[in-house]
Every structure is written in structure tokens, then in C-alpha cells.
């Protein structure tokens, strides 16, 4: 791939899983919003070691997730993140990809909660603007499955005019920073009376 595409799809099991470790989620992560880098600088940004970060790429270029930039020299080429956003499937009649996909879904939520509790333990050095600006809270709604759907849907809507931002420095704002905008939504089933299906 010579530009970086919207999304890749996940849907082999193999690759599920090998993007299910922490490591590699945080690399291709680190590479759409700081890319493209070396393996040096990964480990710089991840603490882990070179050699660590040199498999894990290639582990990620093996299934799609990344490739090699131009530029280099010698052993230190730089890797660059395929595309904005992974997806995979959310059900599948396939045993396999739908055990892969639930793992790596939970993979991705215990990895996100560890970016909010570090964030929200650092909170106090941010300017009162941004510390106002933050949000954390919760809804809980009565929604048939297609409503649910809609809702998603117009949420990715509003969210969409933001998104060239990450891969194009020059449509930010001055002042403007990252924000991590997680949207988790789920059928509650410690609501009282919502046991069953």
C-alpha cells in the first residue's frame, strides 16, 4: 500500500489473535497518530526493547497492519500503519473468528481503560480548560437493535469531519490536541429485570 487506507478488516482467526496482544495495539496505534518510525523509537515510545518491537512489527506486517516506509538506512527502516482504524467482526457462525474477535474485543477495552485511568490520574496537570472540556460519564437508554445501530451510526457521523486531522497535521487547529473518544455501548445486563434474553 502506498497511502494509508480508512480501515483494514480483520477477519482470519490467526490474525485476530496476534493482534489481540497489548504491544502490538499500542505500536499501531503509536504509528497512525506519531508514524512513521523505526523499531528504535518504537521502543523509545513503548519501553520495550528493539528486538521486541522488530517482532512485533513484523508480526503486524505479516497480517496487513503495517508496512515498511520509505526512507532508512541499514537496519533502520521505518514502519508506517496501513490504515486509521482496524475493524473486525462483531458476530460471526465461524466458532473460531468469533472466539478471536470477543478476545481481542476485550483486549482492546482493557487497553483503552488503562489510557482513561492514566489519563484520569494525570488530570491535575492539564489547563482548567481542557480539565472542563473532559467527559466522563454514562447513559443508559431503552433501544431496540436497530435504534442502537442508528445511534452508532450518527455518532461515527459527528465524529467523521475530525478524523482527517490525525493523518493531516496542517487541518489542526492551534490548541488543538489528541482526545481519545471511546464509545462503548452494551446490553446492561446488571440492570435489574434484564437478566434474560
Same mark, same amino acid.
Given at each position: 500500500?502506498?497511502?494509508? &487506507?480508512?480501515?483494514?478488516?480483520?477477519? $482470519?482467526?490467526?490474525?485476530? !489473535?496476534? #493482534?489481540?496482544?497489548?504491544?502490538?495495539?499500542?505500536?499501531?496505534?503509536?504509528?497512525? &497518530? &506519531?508514524?512513521?518510525?523505526?523499531?528504535?523509537?518504537?521502543? %523509545?515510545?513503548?519501553?520495550? @526493547?528493539?528486538? &521486541?518491537?522488530?517482532?512485533?512489527?513484523?508480526?503486524?506486517? *505479516? #497480517?496487513?497492519? /503495517?508496512?515498511?516506509?520509505?526512507?532508512? *538506512?541499514?537496519?533502520?527502516?521505518?514502519?508506517?500503519?496501513?490504515?486509521? +482504524?482496524?475493524?473486525?467482526?462483531?458476530?460471526? %457462525? $465461524?466458532?473460531?473468528?468469533?472466539?478471536?474477535? $470477543?478476545?481481542? @474485543?476485550?483486549?482492546?477495552? %482493557?487497553? #483503552?481503560?488503562?489510557?482513561?485511568?492514566?489519563? /484520569?490520574?494525570?488530570?491535575?496537570?492539564?489547563?482548567?480548560?481542557?480539565? %472542563?472540556?473532559?467527559? +466522563?460519564?454514562? @447513559?443508559?437508554?431503552?433501544?431496540?437493535?436497530?435504534?442502537?445501530?442508528?445511534?452508532?451510526?450518527?455518532?461515527?457521523?459527528?465524529?467523521?469531519? #475530525?478524523? $482527517? !486531522?490525525?493523518?493531516?497535521?496542517?487541518?489542526?487547529?492551534?490548541?488543538?490536541?489528541?482526545?481519545?473518544?471511546?464509545?462503548?455501548?452494551?446490553?446492561? !445486563?446488571? /440492570?435489574?429485570?434484564?437478566?434474560?434474553?
Amino acid at each position: 500500500m502506498s497511502e494509508q &487506507s480508512r480501515s483494514i478488516r480483520l477477519t $482470519d482467526p490467526r490474525a485476530l !489473535r496476534a #493482534y489481540a496482544h497489548p504491544t502490538r495495539m499500542t505500536l499501531v496505534g503509536l504509528l497512525r &497518530s &506519531s508514524g512513521p518510525f523505526t523499531a528504535t523509537r518504537a521502543a %523509545e515510545l513503548t519501553g520495550e @526493547s528493539v528486538a &521486541s518491537c522488530s517482532y512485533h512489527l513484523r508480526i503486524l506486517a *505479516k #497480517y496487513g497492519l /503495517v508496512e515498511q516506509a520509505p526512507g532508512g *538506512k541499514g537496519r533502520e527502516k521505518p514502519w508506517r500503519a496501513t490504515a486509521q +482504524f482496524t475493524e473486525w467482526p462483531d458476530h460471526s %457462525e $465461524d466458532a473460531a473468528v468469533a472466539q478471536a474477535a $470477543d478476545a481481542l @474485543s476485550a483486549a482492546a477495552i %482493557e487497553l #483503552y481503560f488503562q489510557r482513561v485511568l492514566r489519563a /484520569v490520574g494525570s488530570r491535575h496537570t492539564l489547563p482548567r480548560e481542557w480539565r %472542563e472540556a473532559e467527559q +466522563f460519564g454514562d @447513559s443508559l437508554l431503552h433501544l431496540t437493535p436497530e435504534e442502537l445501530t442508528g445511534l452508532g451510526r450518527r455518532i461515527e457521523e459527528l465524529l467523521r469531519p #475530525y478524523e $482527517d !486531522r490525525e493523518a493531516d497535521p496542517a487541518l489542526r487547529p492551534e490548541g488543538a490536541r489528541p482526545v481519545g473518544i471511546l464509545r462503548i455501548a452494551f446490553v446492561d !445486563r446488571e /440492570v435489574p429485570g434484564n437478566e434474560e434474553d
